[in-house]
Each structure stands twice: as structure tokens, then as C-alpha cells.
């Protein structure tokens, strides 16, 4: 993946509003920092000086001003010298004495608290100093005035706004950078199953999304792709099986039709045996007409039954009527069809479809069941929903074949010798799964018992529907 790419990522977008806000809420707190601490620092000022100013003013209603001019000579050596600035001046602002050189020209007609810049000798450099000072007007024309270097402030500012400056500098850096790299890492994830989804779309369906093994959500999402591809797998597995089991199973009869029509067509001319081709041969196209029937049927209960053709309906009636069909097969090859009740099962199910199941289902009991033996249809309401079961005194299924049967084309070898497709079963288990039933194949010791559980259907209404 390009690093382009890793910026346009919703994740670096994202990141990169989380790094906006955060550094907007950092830039105010530390401007609010800012402000409070600079603001402290002038009021402690503006105290000093008022405190000095006080004194001063005391001073002079003592000793007037000889005692003024003493004392500020003296503060002006004094041990705060370099902090505090002083001035006496006379009527027309000349110097009297104090540590300016002389009355600074903006303070001639402001009275007050004022700020204005100073210029000072530090060593023998000339250095702007931002001071703060409050001048006085003295009885008999002198002028006062008390300042005090704001040296400190202007360093506390400029340190603050260093400091300001390198954390939002550092966290707009860590921000980028993390929002790059969360971003590159997360695309590599998706990248993956960009790469897979590729590769399955060119024809590997074998391929799988790789899973990291942490548990978090692109690993869920991994898992879920590879179960649904598995599953496709599956079922194109299955589809093909079954596109080759019908070729195949077409493919022998219509060769056996074939031949035999080729063969009675060199063979001498002869009317009877004309006659028998012909009936066989209209067999043969039957039994294919039939197989494609089944066939047809298994895909319309796959595809699901219309909303409309599910109904409510009471079971007995619809087993009978189906067992009926069946009665003269079963007395013919010699065995005992036997049709139970208890109570009235009701299921919600497409007529058509369960009676071509139970069909499908006595067929095979009928079929693969050697005489004397009995066949048992039972239909039940249970609590948790109606019931059929079709059981038999046959040979059975072995338990390791029960699902394998299941399978379109499926036949057991041991069933090779009678006729059939292998697609009752199948039809069957598709009728099962669009009526949302239970299809358990179990040991009937012996014989086989099919068990059909429909799921339970609410309390008819007032219209008997
Ligand atoms: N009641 C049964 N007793 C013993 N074996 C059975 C029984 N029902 C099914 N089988 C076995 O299961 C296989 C699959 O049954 P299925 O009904 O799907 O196909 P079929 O009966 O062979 O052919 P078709 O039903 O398409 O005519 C059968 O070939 C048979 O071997
Ligand atoms: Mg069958």
C-alpha cells in the first residue's frame, strides 16, 4: 500500500480530527495558564508599588521633601534597585533624584498605573524593558513616581509561549505519526482481504482471509468471510458433483436406449420385435421423464414454497390420502402398510411438497423392505409440534450412511439391483428445510424409521385457517 493511500484512510481522517480537537482543548488550557499566571504577576506588581507609593507618601507627611529625596536615594542603591525604579522631579519634571535619568515623556500628563517601555543600561548595553509605575503628584509641585522592571513577566511569557509552542508542536507530531500508523496498519488488514477477494475472484477459491489471532474485529470479519467462503466452496463442490451425477446418470440409459434401437434396426425386419423396441424404449424415456421430474421437484422445494401455497393443515387427512396410493404396492409385494394417528397433528406446509415427501418416503419403505414385513406410517401432535414418521422392517440404512443417502444420486450398493435415482431422499430433506422440519433417519431395529418434526404452529383463529 502507497503512504498516499495510508493518508486518505477513514482512520487517518479521524485521527486526524481527534489530534484537531485535542489540540484546540490543549492550546486553550495552556493559553488560560497563560493569562492567569501573567495577571497574577501584574497585580503582585501593582501591590509592590502601591505598597512603596504608600510609604513614600507617608514619608513626606513626616520629614516632607528632604525626607522623600533621602529615602529614595537611598532605595535607589538599595538591594532592589534593579527591580524597582524611583524618581523625584521638580515642578517642570527635571531629575532630582532616583535611578532614572530622567521623567519618562509618556508619564508627563498620565497619572495612575502605566505601563510603558523603558530603556535601561544592563552592563554597557542599552535593553528595552516593558515597566510598570505609578506616579504621584507631591503638594508643592514635585512629582513621585515608583515603577517596578516587569523583567519577570516578559521572561514568564516567553517561557510559557516556548513551551506552548513545542507541546502543541510535539503533539500535532505524535498525532500525525500515530494517525499514519494506526491507518497503515489497519489498511494493511483490509489490504489483505482486498488481496484474497482478488484472488478468489480470479478462480482460486482455495484462497482464505488471513486471521492475526488477536480476537479483534478484522479477525471476526476474517472468520466470517472464510466461513461464508467455505460454505460457497461447499456448495459449488456439491453442484458440480451433481452436474456430473446427472450427466452421468442420463448418459446410461439414453446409450442403453441407443443401442437397443440400433441393434432391432440391423436385425431383420420383423414386427414384433419392432413392437417391443418401440415399448421399451417408451419406458426408458419415461423413467428419464421421471428423473427429471424428481429432479425438478427437488429444485422447486430448494427455491422454497410460495407464501400462498403454505396453509395450516391437519395432517391425517394428507397422510391417508398418500398411504392410499401406496396400499395396493405394499399388498402386491407382501407386506403390511399400516397408517396410525394420535391425536390431530397440524403443520403449516405446502400440500403438494409433504404429500410428494411422504410419497417419496413410502416408496423407498415399500421398496427396499424383502416380504413378509411392515411398513408404518404415524402421524403424531406433539407438544413441541406435528410428527410423521415412516418406518419400515427392512434392511435399513448403517448410521454411517444416514446422511451420505441424503445426497442427490446417493444410492446404497446393496440397493443397486432395484430400480431408482437416489433422489427420494433428496427431495425429501429439501421439502424438510423449506417447511423449517427436523429430517432424522434412525435404526427401526430392524428396518429404518424416518421422522419428519415439523416446527409448532400457533392456535388456529375464529376462520378454522
Ligand atoms: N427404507 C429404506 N430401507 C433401506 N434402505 C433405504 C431405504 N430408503 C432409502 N434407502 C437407501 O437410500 C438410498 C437413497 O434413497 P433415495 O430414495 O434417495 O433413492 P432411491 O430410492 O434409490 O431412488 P429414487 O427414490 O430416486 O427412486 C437408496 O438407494 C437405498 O439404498
Ligand atoms: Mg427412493
Redesign the pocket.
Known amino acids: 500500500m502507497s503512504p498516499r493511500n495510508a493518508l486518505r484512510t477513514t482512520t487517518f481522517r479521524l485521527a486526524l480530527a481527534y489530534l484537531a480537537i485535542f489540540v484546540a482543548s490543549s492550546g486553550l488550557v495552556l493559553a488560560f495558564i497563560y493569562w492567569a499566571t501573567s495577571g497574577a504577576i501584574d497585580r503582585e506588581s501593582e501591590q509592590i508599588i502601591e505598597a512603596e507609593l504608600t510609604g513614600l507618601r507617608e514619608q513626606y507627611r513626616q520629614w516632607g521633601i528632604v525626607g522623600i529625596v533621602r529615602v529614595i536615594e537611598e532605595r535607589s542603591k538599595g538591594e532592589r534597585a534593579d527591580e524597582m525604579r524611583y524618581l523625584v522631579a521638580g515642578p517642570r519634571f527635571e531629575r532630582i533624584t532616583g535611578n532614572l535619568t530622567g521623567w519618562p515623556a509618556e508619564l508627563r500628563e498620565r497619572r495612575g498605573l502605566v505601563e510603558f517601555p523603558l530603556t535601561v543600561r544592563v552592563g554597557d548595553r542599552a535593553e528595552v524593558r516593558a515597566t510598570m509605575a505609578m506616579t504621584f503628584d507631591l503638594p508643592n509641585g514635585f512629582h513621585l513616581l515608583v515603577g517596578r522592571d516587569m523583567k519577570e513577566r516578559s521572561e514568564f511569557r516567553q517561557r510559557v509561549i516556548g513551551a506552548i509552542a513545542w507541546s502543541l508542536a510535539l503533539m500535532l507530531a505524535f498525532g500525525l505519526a500515530g494517525g499514519y500508523w494506526v491507518s497503515r496498519h489497519l489498511m494493511r488488514r483490509v489490504d489483505a482481504i482486498n488481496r484474497t477477494s482478488g484472488d478468489i475472484r480470479a478462480g482460486d477459491l482455495k484462497q482464505r482471509v488471513p486471521v492475526a489471532g488477536s480476537g479483534d474485529e478484522f479477525d471476526q470479519l476474517a472468520r466470517n468471510l472464510n466461513a461464508m467462503l467455505d460454505q460457497i466452496e461447499r456448495l459449488m463442490a456439491g453442484m458440480r458433483q451433481v452436474t456430473a451425477n446427472v450427466a452421468h446418470d442420463m448418459r446410461t440409459p439414453l446409450n442403453r436406449l441407443r443401442s437397443r434401437l440400433e441393434l432391432t434396426l440391423i436385425e431383420k425386419p420383423d414386427e414384433a420385435r419392432y413392437r417391443e423396441t418401440i415399448q421399451a424404449t417408451i419406458d426408458e424415456a419415461d423413467r428419464l421423464i421421471a428423473t427429471f421430474n ?1 429432479m425438478l421437484s427437488i429444485a422447486e422445494a430448494e427455491a422454497g414454497s410460495k407464501a400462498e401455497a403454505m396453509e395450516r393443515t391437519e395432517l391425517p387427512p394428507l397422510v391417508d390420502q398418500v398411504a392410499e396410493l401406496y396400499e395396493p404396492l405394499a399388498e402386491e409385494k407382501g407386506l403390511v402398510l399400516t397408517v396410525a394417528h394420535a391425536g390431530v397433528a397440524v403443520a403449516h406446509v405446502d400440500r403438494h411438497l409433504l404429500s410428494q415427501a411422504v410419497a ?1 418416503l413410502l ?3 415399500i ?3 424383502p416380504a413378509p414385513g411392515r411398513v408404518t406410517v404415524r402421524t403424531e401432535a406433539g407438544p413441541q409440534g406435528a410428527v410423521v414418521t415412516v418406518a ?1 422392517s ?4 448403517p448410521a454411517d450412511q444416514r446422511e451420505a ?1 441424503l445426497g442427490r444420486f ?3 450398493e ?2 443397486r439391483s432395484t ?8 427431495l425429501v430433506q429439501a421439502v424438510a428445510t423449506t417447511h423449517g422440519a427436523e429430517l432424522a433417519l434412525t435404526d427401526n431395529a430392524p ?2 424409521c424416518v421422522t419428519l418434526r415439523f416446527p409448532r404452529v400457533p392456535e388456529a383463529r375464529g376462520n378454522g385457517k
Do not use: C, E, H, M
Not at 427392512?394 to 440404512?397: A, D, R, S, T
Not at 430400480?419 to 433428496?426: E, I
Open positions: 424428481a417419496n416408496d423407498n419403505a421398496k427396499y423392505t419400515d427392512g434392511p435399513g440404512i443417502v446417493v444410492r446404497l446393496q440397493s430400480p431408482g435415482n437416489g433422489l427420494g431422499l433428496s428396518g429404518l
